[in-house]
C-alpha cells in the first residue's frame, strides 16, 4: 500500500517566476489524481515528468482562478494528443457550463469522454471509490463554494497464518475467503475458533487530506482526523491574521493548530501570498504549534508506504 504526492504549484493568486499557482498530482496504489489546476498546471505534469495518461479523475476545489485556469488548457491539450481514454471533472456546480461554452467558443471539441460530477453538497459527502481508493469531500470555510478532498485508501484483506491454520484440518481452502474478511470460524463440535488466532493484520491503510482555500475552522476535524498526510492553507503569517479573516484564509499557527487538534501525523504548508518573500517564516511560525510541519514546493514529493 503506498501513496505519493507531488506538488506542481502551491502560491496563491497569481503564476510567478518562482512560484506556481494550486496543483498536485496524487497516486494511490497507483490510481492517479490531479487535485486543482491553477493556470500552467500541464506544463508542471510534463516537467515532472508525470504521465498524462495516468490522470483519470481532476478533483477541482472552488471556481477561483488559481486553482482551476490550468483546467481547459489541460483538457485541450489532452484533445491535442489524441486521448481515447475517459476523464471525469469533479467539482463545483457551475464548471461543466464554464468548461464546454470555452471548447465550444474555441473550436475546441474533444473526442475522448469527458464527465462531469458537479458538487453543491453542503455536508461531506462520498464522491468516488473503487477497489483501491475512496474519495470524500472536506467543506471549507471561503469565500465562494469549496471543498476539500480526503483521499482514502480501501482497506485489504487480512492475512493467513498458515502456520496457526495448519493446527485445524478442517479449515479448507474454501474456508481461507471467509477468514479473510474476518470472520471467526465455526468448527464442526460448535467450537469457535477467533479470527485473530488465525489471521494477521492487514496493512493501515493511509489517507491524504487536501484543504485547499479556507478560513480557521474547527468543524474539519472530524473529517481529517489521524491522517497520515495534510496539505492545509497558509496564505498568510500572524502578522497579517486581519487580511486572513477578510479573505477567509488561514495563517500557518492556524494550519498548525488544526493539525494538532485533528492529531494527523505530518503538516504540509501552502498557497503562500506573494507578499512573503521567505517561505521558510511559515514553517517557522507553524513549528511553533505543530512540529511536523513542512513546506510545499514546487516538485516536492511526499512518499508513504505502510507494510506494517
Known amino acids: 500500500m503506498s501513496l505519493r504526492l507531488t506538488i506542481l504549484g502551491c502560491h496563491s493568486a497569481t503564476p510567478r517566476s518562482h ?45 477561483h482562478g488559481d486553482h482551476f485556469f490550468g483546467l481547459i488548457g489541460l483538457i485541450a491539450t489532452f484533445g491535442l494528443l489524441n486521448r481515447k481514454s475517459e476523464l471525469h471533472i469533479h467539482g463545483p456546480k457551475g464548471i461543466k457550463k464554464i468548461i464546454l461554452m470555452q471548447l465550444k467558443l474555441t473550436g475546441s471539441w474533444v473526442a475522448y469522454p469527458l464527465h462531469f460530477h458537479e458538487l453543491e453538497a453542503m455536508e461531506s459527502e462520498l464522491i468516488f471509490e473503487n477497489d483501491k481508493v475512496e474519495v470524500h469531500t472536506i467543506p471549507l470555510s471561503h469565500r465562494i463554494y469549496t471543498n476539500g478532498f480526503l483521499f482514502r485508501e480501501k482497506p485489504l484483506p487480512r492475512n493467513l497464518n498458515m502456520s496457526a491454520i495448519s493446527k485445524y484440518p478442517e479449515i479448507e481452502i474454501c474456508d481461507y ?9 465455526k468448527m464442526d463440535d460448535g467450537s469457535i475458533v477467533p479470527n485473530a488466532d488465525l489471521t494477521f493484520d492487514p496493512p493501515k491503510i493511509l489517507q491524504y487530506a487536501y484543504c485547499s482555500d479556507t478560513a480557521y475552522d474547527e468543524k474539519i476535524i472530524p473529517h481529517i482526523k489521524g491522517v497520515d498526510l495534510l496539505y492545509h492553507e497558509s496564505t498568510f503569517l ?47 511560525e507553524a513549528k511553533i504549534i505543530f512540529p511536523n510541519s513542512v513546506l510545499a514546493e514546487a516538485g516536492k514529493e511526499f512518499i508513504l508506504n505502510n507494510q506494517n
Not at 497507483?30 to 504521465?51: T, V
Not at 471467509?178 to 470460524?185: A, H, I, P, V
Open 238 to 284: 500572524e502578522d497579517n491574521k486581519d487580511l486572513a479573516e477578510i479573505t477567509k484564509h488561514a495563517t500557518a499557527l492556524e494550519a498548525a493548530t488544526i493539525a494538532s487538534k485533528a492529531d494527523v501525523k505530518q503538516l504540509i504548508l501552502g498557497h503562500y501570498s506573494s507578499r512573503y518573500k521567505d517561505t521558510t517564516l511559515f514553517q517557522e
Open 19 to 63: 512560484g506556481h499557482t494550486s496543483s498536485q498530482y496524487l497516486e494511490v496504489n497507483n490510481e492517479g489524481f490531479l487535485i486543482d489546476c491553477g493556470e500552467g498546471s500541464q506544463a508542471q505534469l510534463r516537467k515532472y515528468k508525470i504521465k498524462f495518461s495516468r490522470i483519470k479523475r481532476i478533483f477541482i476545489s472552488h471556481l
Open 177 to 185: 475467503q471467509n477468514l479473510k474478511k474476518g470472520r471467526d470460524y
